[in-house]
């Protein structure tokens, strides 16, 4: 079945960095556009950074645009999102996303915490 697992997150002070990756099973990953979403304590999940299927397009939220980076590498089915310049704001959980064969697939999440 399709799966989707997240690792990286952590905590980090202000200024820092992350590497966030998205390990992906149980579909044709390079057939698939991926997204970060990212979901902070009483707010709605929000839309962070999209990759098409081959990686040739890339658009991100006005928020991380300049500070985050998203990319895959479809020869290890993987995603990755590159979180530099980290501000408390981006403090949330951080989820992929696909959709495959018309239905939607979360990750679990991983905790990214910014803070002195």
């Known amino acids: 079945q399709v799966q989707l697992v997240e690792s990286g997150g952590g905590l980090v002070p202000p200024g820092g960095s992350l590497r966030l990756s998205c390990a992906a099973s149980?579909?044709?990953?390079?057939?698939?556009?991926m997204r970060w979403y990212r979901q902070a304590p009483g707010k709605e999940r929000e839309l962070v950074a999209t990759?098409?299927?081959?990686?040739?397009?890339?658009s991100y939220a006005d928020s991380v645009k300049g500070r985050f980076t998203i990319s895959r590498d479809n020869a290890k089915n993987t995603m990755y999102l590159q979180m530099n310049s980290l501000k408390p704001e981006d403090t949330a959980e951080y989820y992929c996303?696909?959709?495959?064969?018309?239905?939607?697939?979360w990750g679990q999440g991983t905790q990214v915490t910014v803070s002195s």
């Open positions: 996303y696909t959709i495959v064969n018309f239905i939607a697939y």
């Open positions: 149980g579909f044709t990953f390079s057939g698939s556009a």
């Open positions: 990759i098409a299927r081959a990686g040739q397009s890339t």
